[in-house]
Structure formats: structure tokens, C-alpha cells
């Protein structure tokens, strides 16, 4: 995997726009006026209250409410002493005139008719972007995260070593930025010595040279128009952002790690030294995470924009590491060895079942513990690095396709008892998620096309009772059997008998009776590819 991060529905701005006709995120229908919650400030100097951060050519402080009667506070409420005090309320904006009053700071116009923001702010004080960096963003073709960055995603693989062809960058570049030698000591003179990777050096996929292109000349400009300083980047082409900073987070953690590029590759992968992807708690077994320019990350990102839930805080570089410490990265790395011959004692070893610890070879935690430099060797050359550029997994379209060709490739091996791996997989994976959809979609709310009001129940007259909006499924029932038709066929095509089979025919007839009609067959039942769609009637 390796494309742009985007939130869904795909958004350009932290900026709430309400409930537009239709559920519409576009910032050029607002038409106007919108209501919305949002974080209020006041002028020092005129006393205007806005959304702004910058008015007479000063700051402007943020503004308190009481939680319960809205009325502007200091410190707490007269009347409601013990109520929380807030710096948003609800109110009501002029799009037009903050878009103007946009226009004017960056010095010109710029067509907004692709520009989305979001329907409501769901951080803690509600605080919004700055219009003016959706604006700019949108012109670049660039989404947002919730934490204001622009991200982009790929799938992690190892690397130690490299040929200067194998990555795209120049000899005279790779001296400059400190490959002097080869890993046999000699002077780098052509783009075939085989170079050893630096710890924070790493090489992004071809799919990441554009999109990085666009993010830094948003950033430039950002700085230009926005900020008042000089652009920084100045990159015409890819091959510009050599040598620039990134930083690389992985989800469910709060910590990014500062790392510079030095090439391109063709496949669809991050490329990185084991101790970047285990300073990320990372294992590269087919995991992904994100990269994200240097100054993107230092500009735009803020606590402020995080979302006020469970896990609101996660993946989100709420600390830096620019110095990557072997002392705390995941002691996995530790076992990597660091020998580039394995002796004949370890292949003795090997006949003899002996326990992994017996057999001493040094690693990368043993030489570091010695207090000696850890150089990570290999055993076996390759000749490229570019192999393979997608994986199967990818190339596969439905979930069918790809447990087939999963199964096709154990019946080919012979270690494999094709019978237990396929009863594990089931078990453990499949009729889990199966019976778990079911429940899903059996305890289903339901949601309000128009307004985005839930209910657990569906209204007596079938529609909203906010707004008279039309009501729809949140779990579809597609998502509810997805994997019931291809688990099936697995255990009548391998014969499985027992538990599993009966298991199965328990979780078929439940969702049989769950979608029954009278003019339906049990494979229609079944069937994922219908239309999403359905009418209420037939729950009632």
C-alpha cells in the first residue's frame, strides 16, 4: 500500500460548516450564514468577536462561556457557579465575509468551489483552522487529518543496505549527505558499490514523490502568504526533497520520529532501518503507518484539533524524536543478527532441535550490550531491492479471491496440514467476525440522512423526529455477511466435518431468517453485491 491519507468523507479543513442541505461538507454552499459550535475570540483593540486568530494586526484572546447558560465569563458564572466554563458556544457565521476577510490575507482569491470542511468540531474547545490553509490545501489537491497534518500511508519493509541505482539518487548527492564509503571501506565513486543504510535514513515509493511534491509547495506558500517569511522548500521536482526531513508515526502511538529521505523506489513501501520501525513499535511483518513532512508536522499540527473521545490522542505526534536511542526501541530488534557467515555449529544446531539461545551468534543485543558499534550484516545479496512491487493481497479484489489463493498456496506445501490451517483460520478469524456482524447488524442505530440524529429504534412514522429527514441502516447488510458465502464454500470444497461445519450451518440459517423474503432464494439471502439501501419496512 502507499497513497495519500483521507479522512471519510475526505475533508480540507478543520473548520465546521453545520448541516448543509443535503450533508454537504462544501464550504462554497454555505450560502451565507451557517450555525455552528465553534471556539470564539475577541479583538483587543476593536473588540470584534471571531473566529480569527489575527485582528488590527493583533492577536486575538480567546473568549469564555458558561456551559450552561452561555452567557461570556472570566473566571466562572455568577448564576451557575459550579458549571463548566468553555470557550465555544453556538453561533452564528458569515462564511462570506470569513472567506473575504481570507482572501485578503493571503492576497488574492482562489477558487473554493472544491473546498470542504467538516460538519461539527469534535475536539475538546472546538477550535478551528485557520480558513486559509484549507484554501490552500484544496488548491494543491491535499486532504487533512484530524490532528491538521496532511498524511500519507505505506506499508513498512526492512532494509540494511543499498546500491545508489537502486534508489534514483546521484553519487554526488549520496557524498553530500555522508555516504563517503562503501561497506568494504573503499571511496564512493559509482552507483553500484553497495552502501550501508544510515539508522534515520529512509527511501519512499514513487506513489509519495508527488504527493510530497504538492505538500511542500502548500507549505511554501503557506509561508509566504499566511506566515509573511520566506518559502523553504523550493522543490520543482522529487528529487528537490532529498535530504529534507520527515517525520514517521504509527497508530496507537503518540510519537513521531524524525528521519530524512534519500531516494525513491518502485515498490509500494516504506524502506527503513529496523531500529526506525522498532523505535515506532513496529514489526514490518505487512504493517503500515504514516510519513509526514517535516515542516507540515511543525506548522499545522495541534492538540487543540484533536478529537475529545477514547483514543482522540492516538496517532498523533504529540512528541518528536529527532535522535533515535537504542536503549528504547522494541526489544525485538535485539535478536536481529549481526553476522554476515553462519558457522557450521549453528547448522549442527539445527539437526539437534537445540533451544535458539544455545547457539551464540552475535546480535544486535549482545554487541550492544559488549558496548560495541551494532553494524547490521546479511548472508545473502540480492540482486535488486525492487521485487516485488505489489503484493498479491492488493492485486486480489474480494475476500473470496484472496482466502482462495491463501488456501491454494498451503495445499502446495508440503509442511502445511492443510485441514488443521484451514479449521485455525476459521475458528479463530472468519466465524468470529461472521457472528459478530450479525450481532452488529441485529443491534444496528439508525441515522438520519439529513440531520445525523441516531436511533436506537426506528420512529413509529418512519422518519426523523428532529427533522422528518428519511432514516437509514449504520450497518449494512452487506458488512453483516461478507464473509458467511466465501467460508461456506471452504469447508464443502475441503471437506470439514464437525463443530465447524455445524457452526457454520447455524450462522446461515441466522441470517437467513434475519433477511427472509418469500420470493428469494437462500443464495440471494446471502448475496453482498445488492444495493445498500433497504427499506425499513422489512425490520418492523
Request: aromatic share 8%; proline share 5%; charged share 30%.
Amino acid at each position: 500500500k502507499a497513497k495519500q491519507r483521507k479522512m471519510k468523507p475526505p475533508v480540507n479543513l478543520l473548520f465546521p460548516v453545520g448541516n448543509l442541505r443535503g450533508r454537504s461538507r462544501m464550504i462554497s454552499r454555505a450560502n451565507g450564514a451557517v450555525t455552528v459550535e465553534v471556539a470564539l475570540r475577541k479583538c483587543p483593540s476593536c473588540g470584534k468577536v471571531t473566529v480569527r486568530y489575527f485582528c488590527c494586526g493583533s492577536r486575538t484572546v480567546p473568549i469564555l462561556f458558561c456551559s450552561k447558560c452561555g452567557r461570556e465569563v472570566r473566571d466562572r458564572c455568577p448564576q451557575h457557579p459550579d458549571a463548566e466554563v468553555v470557550c465555544y458556544r453556538s453561533t452564528m457565521l458569515d462564511m462570506r465575509e470569513l472567506i473575504k476577510e481570507a482572501f485578503e490575507s493571503l492576497g488574492q482569491e482562489y477558487d473554493i468551489s472544491g473546498l470542504k470542511g467538516v460538519i461539527g468540531l469534535t475536539s475538546k474547545d472546538k477550535v478551528p483552522e485557520p480558513l486559509e490553509k484549507g484554501i490552500l490545501r484544496a488548491k494543491y489537491g491535499l486532504s487533512v487529518f484530524k490532528d491538521g497534518t496532511i498524511r500519507f500511508d505505506s506499508t513498512n519493509t526492512v532494509l540494511t543496505h543499498f546500491k545508489p541505482k537502486e534508489i534514483g539518487t546521484s553519487v554526488e548527492k549520496l557524498k553530500e549527505l555522508g555516504y563517503t564509503h562503501d561497506i568494504y571501506g573503499r571511496p564512493l565513486t559509482s552507483d553500484d558499490q553497495l552502501l550501508e543504510l544510515k539508522v534515520q535514513d529512509i527511501i519512499l515509493p514513487r506513489e509519495a514523490a508527488d504527493h510530497f511534491l504538492r505538500v511542500a509547495g502548500f507549505v511554501d506558500e503557506l509561508l509566504e502568504r499566511f506566515y509573511g517569511l520566506r518559502p523553504y522548500y523550493n522543490a520543482r521536482k522529487p528529487e528537490d526533497l532529498i535530504g529534507h526531513v520527515f517525520f514517521t508515526i504509527s497508530p496507537h502511538t503518540f510519537v513521531a520520529n524524525a528521519v530524512r529521505l534519500i531516494g525513491f523506489t518502485n515498490t509500494s513501501v516504506v524502506m527503513a532501518h529496523p531500529f526506525i520501525h522498532a523505535a515506532k513499535r513496529r514489526n514490518a511483518d505487512g504493517d503500515e503507518d504514516s510519513i509526514i513532512l517535516g515542516l507540515d508536522a511543525l506548522l499545522n499540527f495541534s492538540r487543540s484539533y484533536l478529537p475529545n473521545k477514547p483514543g482522540g490522542r492516538e496517532d498523533a505526534p504529540l512528541l518528536l524524536v529527532t535522535q533515535i536511542d537504542l536503549e528504547y526501541v522494541d526489544d525485538e530488534t535485539y535478536n536481529i543478527e549481526t553476522v554476515d557467515r553462519y558457522p557450521l555449529e549453528f547448522f549442527e544446531a539445527t539437526w539437534r532441535f537445540e533451544d535458539p539461545s544455545n547457539v551464540k551468534l552475535r546480535t544486535v543485543g549482545r554487541d550492544y550490550r559488549e558496548g560495541k558499534e551494532v553494524r547490521i550484516s546479511f548472508t545473502v545479496p540480492v540482486i535488486s531491492i525492487e521485487a516485488p512491487r505489489e503484493s498479491r493481497y492488493r492485486k486480489l479484489n474480494t475476500m473470496a479471491e484472496k482466502l482462495e489463493a491463501h488456501v491454494a498456496l498451503e495445499a502446495k506445501i508440503r509442511a502445511v496440514d492443510l485441514e488443521d490451517s484451514l479449521s485455525r483460520a476459521l475458528s479463530h478469524h472468519f466465524i468470529r467476525d461472521i457472528a459478530g456482524n450479525l450481532r452488529k447488524f441485529s443491534q444496528q442505530q439508525f441515522r438520519c440522512m439529513r440531520c445525523n440524529a441516531k436511533y436506537r429504534r426506528v420512529p413509529l412514522s418512519g422518519r426523523c423526529e428532529k427533522c422528518g429527514g428519511e432514516l437509514n441502516l449504520t450497518v449494512h447488510r452487506g458488512t453483516a455477511v461478507k464473509y458467511l458465502i466465501p467460508t461456506a464454500e471452504i469447508i464443502n470444497k475441503y471437506g470439514i466435518k464437525g463443530y465447524l461445519e455445524h457452526r457454520v450451518m447455524l450462522l446461515q440459517e441466522e441470517a437467513e431468517q434475519m433477511f427472509s423474503k418469500s420470493n428469494q432464494s437462500k443464495l440471494e439471502l446471502l448475496e453482498t453485491e445488492k444495493p445498500k439501501k433497504v427499506g425499513l419496512s422489512s425490520f418492523l
